[in-house]
């Protein structure tokens, strides 16, 4: 009933941005927790950045500064805006989310991916 949609990743020079995006659509009464995780070959998925409906938010460690989440209630969306990139930060980012799809009926789970490739 639900489906996330990323789009936003590639190929950027190591220093370089980019800017994810997801995307909520279907059956969807209210969009609640929504975050970012990455997946590289040979390791654990792990959290980037989460945003909470109450607008709490949280980064790994890693992030040190170069990113910022941030959300669109309205268009059921949630972003990454990704600074001074290194080639550590190549992997598949996700889309996780929480949400109401009705009454008393709730969804969670993830998109597709978006590949982040990082040269040095």
């Known amino acids: 009933q639900v489906q996330l949609e990323e789009s936003g990743g590639g190929l950027v020079e190591s220093g370089g941005s980019l800017r994810l995006s997801c995307t909520a659509s279907?059956?969807?009464?209210?969009?609640?927790?929504m975050a970012w995780y990455r997946e590289a070959p040979g390791r654990e998925r792990e959290l980037v950045a989460s945003?909470?409906?109450?607008?709490?938010?949280k980064y790994a460690d890693f992030v040190k500064g170069r990113f910022t989440i941030s959300r669109d209630v309205a268009k059921n969306a949630v972003y990454l805006q990704m600074n001074s990139l290194e080639p550590e930060d190549t992997a598949v980012y996700s889309c996780y989310a929480e949400i109401l799809t009705g009454w008393s009926s709730r969804w969670s789970g993830w998109g597709q991916g978006t590949q982040v490739t990082v040269s040095s």
């Open positions: 279907g059956s969807i009464v209210k969009v609640d927790d």
């Open positions: 945003r909470n409906t109450d607008g709490t938010t």
